[in-house]
Each structure stands twice: as C-alpha cells, then as structure tokens.
C-alpha cells in the first residue's frame, strides 16, 4: 500500500463521484493527461479514478493498526491521500460548477487540519514534504475563498505564512520568493472586495453572491419567453495587472460564483444542476481551437455562455474594409506591450496581432444559441458581430472608458462585472461607499428586488427589443445578467462622473433606450437607491420631469 501510495500520489488526478460503486480494476489518469475541453472524453476518468481512490481510503481505515506497525505508515502519507481526494473534488468543481463538491473539498481539507496530519511533517528533514504541506494550505485557501469563508482564510493564511517563514528558515531554499507572492496574491485578493457589511455588533457579515431561490424575478403568467436553458460557459480571464490568486483573477471569480447556485450536500442536492462552468487562464487560443466541441455536445434548446475579461487591442488605423478582423479585440498573450491597460501594436497595418481574439474568431460559436459578456476597453469591437447562422445571439459589453477618479480601482476587479456579480455592490462602488450596514443593505436590496421586477416586465412586454433577449430571458442565469445589465446601463447614464458615451455600456443588438435604460421609471428607481443610501447628490435628475 504504501508503494501504491507513493506511485499515486505523484500524479495530479481529477474525480467524480460515481453512482455505481462496482468497478473494477482501472488505472488513475493524471490531470495532465486528460483532455481540457469536453464533457464526455474525461468523466468516465473522473468515476475510475474516484474508484481507485475510495478503495485506497477504506483499505488504509480498516487496516490502519497493521500498517502503522509492519508498515510505518505515517500520518502525513495519510494525509497526502486526504489532501488528493480534496483537490480531485476541486477539479470536478471547476469542470462542471456543481457547487455541492466544493463542499466535500472543503471537508477533506478541513479533516486534515483538524486533525494534524501533517503536524509531523516539520520534524522531518525533507524539504519537499513541506512544500506538500505548504500546497496544501494554498488549495485550502482556494475552497474557503469560493465557499465565502473569509475568516477561516485569515486563520489559514496567518498558519500558511508561519509555514513559509518556518520553512525558508530552515532550508534556505530557493522558492522562497514564489511563496511570498503566494501570501501577497491571497491578501489582495481578499482586499480585493469592494464593501464592508457591518451588523448591530460590528461584526462583519459576509454573504453569498451565488444564485439563491427567491433571487430571480419569476416568469409571470402571460409572459412569451424561449425554453433556451444555459448549459455550459467558458470563462477567460487575461487583464493586465488585475489582482489573481490560483488562476483565477477577480473577475473570473466573480463572475464565476454568478454563474453558480447556492452550494448544497450532495445528499440533499437540488434536482437542478449547477451551470456547466470551465475557466479558463492565459490559454485562450488553445481553449478556443479545443473548446468547439462543446457545440456539437449541447443538448437541444441549450446555450453556450463566454465571458471575456482582457487587455483591449486596438487596429494600428482606419482599415480599408471593415471585416470582423479588423477593429481589434482582446489581448489573448500577457507577455505583450501593455500602456494603460491597453495593447499597443507595433507592426503594420496590413498584418493583424496574432495575439488578440477578433469578433470573427467566435463566429464557429454561433452555430448554437450564444451569449457572449465582453469587459475591456475595447469591448465595442464585438458590435460588429455577424449572426451567420440565426440563431439566438446577445452580446452585453462594459464601457471602454471610466472617469479617472475611478481608473486607479481597476487592479481590484472590474466596475462592470461588478454590476453583473452583485448590483447593489456596483452601485455603491460607483458612489464611493465602502462599508454599510446590515439593515440598511436588506432595505437597498427589497428595493433592489422591485427594481429587477420592474426591468423584467419591460424586457417581456417591449413590442421593439430583439427577439433573442425574450430567447434567453427564460433562462434563470441569463435573465439575472440582463437584468442587472440594464440597472447598471441606468445608473452609469444618470451618474454625474459617466458623461462620455464611452463611459456607458452597449449591447448587441442594440437594448430600446427610450424604454429601457433611459426609461424614467427605472430613473425614478436609481434615484430612490441613491436617496435612500444618502448619495442623490451625485446623480443628475435633469431627465425627469415629475421626480
């Protein structure tokens, strides 16, 4: 067992666990060796290894007293065994956002340290056990941060970097620097989070961002909306500067937990299923050559969700035609020539950046229903997108320009995916406000709640919006997104600061302005918002008449 340990536990594998529990003998892929785009080429990977690995875990409980004393094993082996069964229900997470298996990583992991398993292993005087233990406590992190326990991850990150400080001074190694950054990325990261909710006692509140029920406008009786349901996302995050920890950076991780459900036990879990959710970092040409398999996979009436959070590139000049190749896109390489968040160019220009992901590079994805978010400064290039097969296409884009007042912000997430993550955050964001209370914030969102009610009834009543809103609007997801959409599209129009067209968002096709986003009611609403968390003054209220 224990050389079965060793083999096993050099490999970074990935699980699922299956229904059955009748397998037979079957070998454990590594992580490395399993396809990143799919759904069926790597889940029946996933079930084997969960196999191997459950097989392992019993063996070691039922025959612990033999193998302490004939074997030697050792509690931290036992340990590294936990630690791996944590990390593959982490990685069947991340494949598939089913929620509920962050829950069984976050018990492994905790069971780990509750019970010191690896307690023993700063005795031993080999350096690369401790850099198991040390990983340990970055993946740890990792769970806490996305289940929302953010005073376990100060306890954990305190421990980690007493590790670290422990371990550079005993060995003098040469990753010492590596880890560091691993304890500065971590506390930007939670620095990162743009409100301080405070109860009766001061205490800090945290809350989840993630989809509850009750938490989506319902469809009412009388409304003619699709039967389209979002089946699968890809996520891309490549934002020069942004504040990341483990790949993810802040706004893939939020917008992440949008696109996700409430977690449950798996033995009490929902019949509804997390959305299917990849994310994906810095391989962004790679993704999307692999990643057009999961159109044909798609089940009948399911849309394919991308979300793209990069560096602008812009054409070098004014193009002779005007292709889907040649206003520019998002920057898919970070080592390039980055000013100011923006990608500078230098060829000419008749050759186009190779390392930017034009409009005409998702075309293929338009063989399906397709929703596509765009945050970057030169989200404006995917206007000029051509639905060339009919279907469902919407394409909500962030504002290339922001007040400088609120440029200096952008390193802690974007404005716009903020709106889209939690709308009462953005709001305040935009206000300036950066701790509120408790109570004070479960009257915003009651508003909030009503305000959401009232921009669903224009979507499904409006007579001239595009029929491709009124497609997705059945989706419980998809209709969170465009209604929080369009209250940022009123907020930003009414701020003081937002005067530059530039400065507020765009949809493709084109959301009915006059009805919509400069609708007076919706007005009204914002300036009650602001009223009642005591910023009107920095809201113009000129366009309304009777307010």
């Keep these: 067992l224990v050389n079965a340990l060793h083999s096993s536990l050099n490999k970074r594998s990935t699980i699922k666990p299956r229904e059955d529990d009748d397998a037979g003998c079957c070998e454990a892929r590594s992580q490395e060796d399993l396809p990143q785009y799919g759904h069926k080429q790597w889940q029946s990977y996933f079930g084997r290894t969960f196999d191997i690995y459950t097989k392992l875990w019993k063996f070691q409980q039922q025959h612990r007293q033999v193998l302490d004393n004939r074997y030697g094993l050792k509690r931290w082996q036992i340990g ?82 007493e590790e670290i400080e422990d371990y550079t001074q005993r060995f003098n190694t040469e990753d010492q620097l590596e880890w560091n950054l691993v304890l500065q990325e971590v506390a930007a990261f939670v620095e990162a989070d743009p409100l301080m909710l405070l109860n009766d006692d001061n205490a800090v509140v945290v809350i989840s961002n993630r989809l509850q029920e009750g938490g989506v406008p319902p469809l009412e009786q009388g409304m003619v909306v699709g039967q389209l349901t979002l089946a699968d996302a890809l996520i891309v995050g490549n934002c020069n500067n942004q504040v990341k920890f483990s790949e993810l950076t802040i706004d893939m991780f939020r917008m992440l ?40 996979e798609l089940p009948a009436n399911s849309v394919l969700l991308v979300y793209l959070s990069a560096t602008g590139v812009f054409p070098t000049g004014r193009s002779e035609s005007e292709g889907p190749y040649d206003f520019g896109g998002v920057l898919t390489n970070t080592n390039r020539d980055v000013v100011n968040g923006e990608m500078v160019q230098k060829r000419s220009q008749a050759q186009k950046e190779m390392h930017c992901l034009h409009p005409g590079d998702l075309f293929s994805f338009t063989r399906k229903p397709l929703f596509i978010i765009v945050d970057s400064s030169n989200s404006t290039a995917y206007k000029n997108f051509s639905n060339l097969f009919g279907q469902p296409l919407v394409c909500l884009l962030s504002p290339t320009v922001y007040p400088k007042s609120m440029q200096d912000q952008c390193q802690r997430g974007s404005l716009f995916t903020l709106f889209l993550y939690n ?40 007579r001239v919006i595009d029929q491709a809103y009124l497609q997705f609007y059945g989706d419980e997801f998809l209709r969170l997104l465009m209604i929080r959409f369009v209250f940022c599209c009123t907020t930003l129009r009414l701020h003081k600061l937002f005067r530059e067209a530039r400065s507020f968002p765009e949809s493709y096709p084109p959301l009915p302005k006059q009805e919509m986003v400069e609708s007076s009611l919706l007005q009204k609403h914002v300036l009650e918002l602001a009223a009642m968390l005591d910023v009107q003054n920095l809201f113009s209220d000129g366009m309304l008449d009777n307010y």
């Design 423 to 462: 709308p009462l955050m953005g709001f305040l964001s935009v206000c300036g406000l950066s701790s509120m209370r408790y109570g004070l914030w479960e009257k915003a969102q009651e508003l909030l709640r009503k305000v959401f009610h009232d921009i669903g009834q224009m979507i499904t009543s409006s």
């Design 257 to 296: 937990q949008a696109l996700e459900r409430e977690p449950v036990n798996l033995a009490t879990q929902s019949s509804k299923p997390g959305t299917l959710v990849r994310e994906d970092s810095y391989t962004l040409p790679v993704t999307l050559y692999v990643d057009t398999s999961p159109l044909s």
């Design 80 to 161: 590294e065994v936990a630690s791996k069964i944590g990390q593959l229900y982490y990685h069947y997470y991340l494949r598939t956002s089913e929620t509920s298996y962050l829950n069984e990583a976050f018990s492994f992991y905790s069971a780990i340290r509750q019970r010191s398993y690896y307690h023993q292993v700063n005795k031993e005087d080999r350096p690369e056990l401790v850099v198991k233990k040390l990983r340990y406590y970055a993946r740890f992190i990792v769970v806490c941060l996305l289940l929302n326990k953010m005073d376990l991850v100060k306890v954990l990150v305190k421990e980690l970097s």
